[in-house]
């Protein structure tokens, strides 16, 4: 207790990784995005067929380095949350006391993206570390206009951009607040602005000529997640409901954050504090604007935006809270936070215990390794051919790629045109093995590739760590076998 007390953060932040790093490894199998990460990381150079291929790098350099073992993944998805902790701590030190900097940060853990989802290392876990490390150099060089600052912030944004679009917006909000703040518009003179752009755009340009060489396929998927299916009958409704749930979703994901600092200080007196012209106007352009910009978007366009395209943006919740709904702070208060910061980090890891031991689902406790090796030998029996290829779904495919012993090819979706990084004439001559969830799966893989041979099924048994079994059953066959 003497340590909690004394290094509150510190005790925060280790308590925090170990939880969040360690209770993944009651999964039977890693996630999807992380394998497709490790994936794409092992077969992708600028670009991948969703996203620029930041995530896959990083997620395929930390599996090597723990040799091969889930824990790198469950590892790097926490090194990412940590970072984001001590940036946004740095940049919370800008506008708030350091008790209240610190309780700021640790207020997050209420926002269920810095826990519990991020058991799934993707691009969205990447983005917490990186929206903070670009606005807090942001920040400082526009506070010292030290070209070193304003190099770090394109660097970063930079990084942003390259590892997944809807950064954009984050560099959007920046914008905004530079042409709207006269203070901020000031630095337009001098060369740093301009040596930011530049460096962030040199770090983008690879992916940037990588999706000119690949005519610009990967925006399909972009635009595709990006639903406006729905609402036929009553086309206006998409222009109502798809922004309410939007804004609904981070604000419940976000609940246990407002709840613990507006119930730490529900007999609080109203704290009057003073703010510049110039920190009101960035907490609220970097802080809020991103949120708005999107809600934005989902109203003017009809579009259904995925609730986790918010990860990155509830990244200020803690500052917001406390320089824009202050309370007279003390002692008391700040216990009663830490309390429920750890009350909330308890029940959620419980919650998660709960949902890996009793879900029987295959993207929890697919038996991977005997899974690939069973289609591997399903593979020889039907062929002498070298095993170099896999195709179908995402999640059959790639846990073959990664557990088979030959280290099959992930084709994925079956469309060699959407995963360019392969030969296409050394696909078809040397043929693959086709496994989908489904069976209308299988049929579109029949319309995308000739010669595909007719469904087999294989029952699976899922077995989740209470001894509960699910049975599953995958369709697989061959192409030009």
């Known amino acids: 207790m003497t340590m909690l007390k004394k290094y509150p953060f510190v005790c925060f932040l280790i308590l925090h990784f170990l939880v969040w790093s360690l209770i993944p490894l009651l999964r039977g199998?890693?996630?999807?995005?992380?394998?497709?990460?490790?994936?794409?990381?092992?077969?992708?150079?600028?670009?991948?067929n969703k996203h620029p291929s930041l995530s896959g790098h990083m997620a395929y350099?930390?599996?090597?380095?723990?040799?091969?073992?889930?824990?790198?993944?469950?590892?790097?998805?926490?090194?990412?949350?940590?970072?984001?902790?001590?940036?946004?701590?740095?940049?919370a030190k800008c506008f708030l006391p350091m008790d209240k900097a610190v309780l700021s940060v640790m207020l997050l853990e209420g926002v269920i993206y810095y826990g519990y989802s991020a058991m799934e290392f993707n691009v969205n876990v990447v983005s917490l570390a990186l929206w903070p490390m670009t606005v807090y150099y942001f920040y400082r060089a526009l506070q010292d206009?030290?070209?070193?600052?304003?190099?770090?912030?394109?660097?970063?944004?930079?990084?942003?951009?390259?590892?997944?679009?809807?950064?954009?917006?984050?560099?959007?909000?920046?914008?905004?607040?530079?042409?709207?703040?006269?203070?901020?518009?000031?630095?337009?003179?001098?060369l740093g602005v301009y040596v930011c752009a530049i460096v962030c755009l040199l770090v983008f340009l690879p992916h940037l000529y990588w999706l000119y060489e690949h005519k610009f396929f990967v925006l399909e998927y972009f635009l595709g997640r990006?639903?406006?299916?729905?609402?036929?009958?009553?086309?206006?409704?998409?222009?109502?409901?798809?922004?309410?749930?939007?804004?609904?979703?981070?604000?419940?994901?976000?609940?246990?954050?407002?709840?613990?600092?507006?119930i730490a200080n529900k007999k609080?007196?109203?704290?009057?504090?003073?703010?510049?012209a110039?920190?009101?106007?960035?907490?609220?352009?970097?802080?809020?604007?991103?949120l708005l910009i999107m809600t934005a978007i989902?109203?003017?366009?009809?579009?259904?935006?995925?609730?986790?395209?918010?990860?990155?943006v509830l990244y200020m919740t803690g500052i917001l809270l406390f320089k824009f709904f202050g309370r007279e702070f003390n002692d008391v208060i700040k216990v009663k936070m830490i309390k429920g910061v750890y009350t909330i980090m308890a029940l959620m890891s419980v919650a998660l215990v709960c949902v890996i031991l009793f879900n029987k689902?295959?993207?929890?406790?697919?038996?991977?390794?005997?899974?690939?090796?069973?289609?591997?030998s399903i593979y020889h029996q039907q062929t002498n051919k070298p095993f170099k290829y896999v195709a179908g779904d995402v999640w059959w495919t790639t846990n073959v790629a990664m557990y088979a012993p030959s280290k099959p090819k992930p084709v994925i979706w079956a469309d060699i045109k959407k995963n360019p990084w392969f030969d296409a004439d050394d696909f078809n001559s040397s043929g693959a093995l086709i496994v989908t969830a489904g069976k209308s799966e299988y049929q579109a893989v029949q319309k995308i590739l000739d010669n595909v041979s007719e469904p087999v099924t294989l029952e699976l048994a899922i077995k989740n760590p209470v001894g509960k079994i699910k049975r599953k059953t995958v369709y697989y066959g061959f192409y030009n076998i």
């Open 29 to 48: 199998s890693m996630p999807m995005d992380s394998i497709e990460a490790i994936v794409w990381g092992q077969y992708c150079d600028w670009g991948t």
């Open 61 to 91: 350099w930390f599996y090597e380095l723990f040799a091969n073992s889930h824990y790198g993944i469950y590892f790097l998805s926490q090194v990412c949350v940590l970072v984001a902790f001590i940036y946004l701590y740095k940049l």
């Open 145 to 190: 206009n030290k070209l070193s600052d304003w190099a770090l912030s394109g660097l970063f944004a930079g990084l942003n951009m390259f590892n997944k679009y809807v950064s954009a917006i984050l560099l959007l909000s920046m914008l905004v607040f530079m042409l709207y703040d006269k203070n901020a518009r000031a630095k337009f003179k001098f």
């Open 226 to 262: 990006s639903s406006k299916a729905g609402f036929e009958n009553l086309p206006i409704l998409k222009h109502i409901v798809y922004p309410i749930r939007f804004l609904g979703a981070q604000v419940l994901f976000s609940l246990g954050t407002i709840l613990i600092y507006f």
């Open 268 to 276: 609080a007196k109203k704290e009057t504090q003073s703010i510049t």
């Open 278 to 290: 110039f920190d009101k106007n960035f907490l609220l352009c970097l802080g809020l604007l991103p």
């Open 298 to 312: 989902s109203l003017i366009l009809g579009i259904k935006l995925k609730s986790m395209w918010g990860f990155p």
């Open 361 to 376: 689902s295959d993207k929890f406790h697919l038996p991977a390794h005997s899974y690939a090796s069973q289609m591997e």
